[in-house]
């Protein structure tokens, strides 16, 4: 089946710096990928959806100057936090659809912790 | 009100229980339907994925939508404690590179041994 392998799984870092969590797609092509937030105890929220050769799209409210979307291959995307502040503090997942009518899979998830 | 609701949680029953969840939408374009399981600190891992109105069935998984009423269902039979997990039903208007999923809250269930 799709797999979808994110990494780091885990990353804590001081206010102000920038992480970049990559989103690849394993065993299969993805022109499109997601990137979700999700808080504790909450859904997931689309943040933006990436697009292979293009700009992503952000979803109303969030800043696409704090969330740099890079969609460079057909099985790569990257998610850049940058200048992280305690509130960026987070579990960040991304997924892409299978191919064909497939559903989306997802990545096992980026914990943030912005100290 | 919001597009998709899930009947809130938590839930707790004892192994070998059939259990049931829920989600209703407001949506009437909402054409494909999906549970995702999700244990805690890991990704949603997809159960079942539907399109058509009608049941389907998966091992001790049988997923239930009836569009008409726009409400979709997990069932859940011979609970196991490894069931233990949050539950998201999510849905979306089109397929593959446009499929924009909209998620329910999720349920998180525990299955007692």
């Known amino acids: 089946g799709a797999v979808v392998s994110q990494h780091p799984s885990w990353v804590i870092c001081k206010s102000g710096t920038s992480v970049k969590i990559e989103c690849r797609s394993l065993d299969f092509q993805a022109t499109t990928m997601f990137w979700y937030r999700q808080f504790p105890k909450q859904s997931l929220m689309l943040m933006a959806t990436s697009n292979e050769g293009s700009k992503a799209t952000y979803e109303q409210g969030v800043e696409k100057d704090k969330f740099l979307i890079n969609h460079a291959s057909l099985t790569l995307s990257t998610l850049t936090v940058t200048s992280a502040h305690p509130e960026d503090s987070s579990f960040y997942i991304c997924?892409?659809?299978?191919?064909?009518?497939?559903?989306?899979?997802f990545g096992d998830g980026t914990r943030l912790s912005i100290l | 009100q919001k597009e998709v609701e899930q009947d809130p949680g938590p839930l707790s029953v004892p192994e070998g229980a059939i259990v049931s969840l829920n989600c209703t939408y407001s949506n009437s374009a909402f054409q494909y339907f999906m549970w995702y399981r999700q244990y805690s600190r890991k990704g949603p891992e997809l159960l079942m994925y539907t399109y058509s109105s009608g049941n389907k069935e998966d091992g001790r998984f049988t997923a239930q939508v009836d569009k008409s009423s726009k409400y979709i269902s997990l069932f859940i039979r011979d609970s196991q404690p490894s069931d233990s997990a949050t539950y998201l039903c999510a849905m979306s208007v089109n397929t593959g590179a446009n499929s924009k999923l909209t998620f329910g809250k999720g349920i998180t269930l525990s299955v007692r041994p």
């Open positions: 997924s892409a659809p299978g191919g064909g009518n497939q559903p989306q899979h």
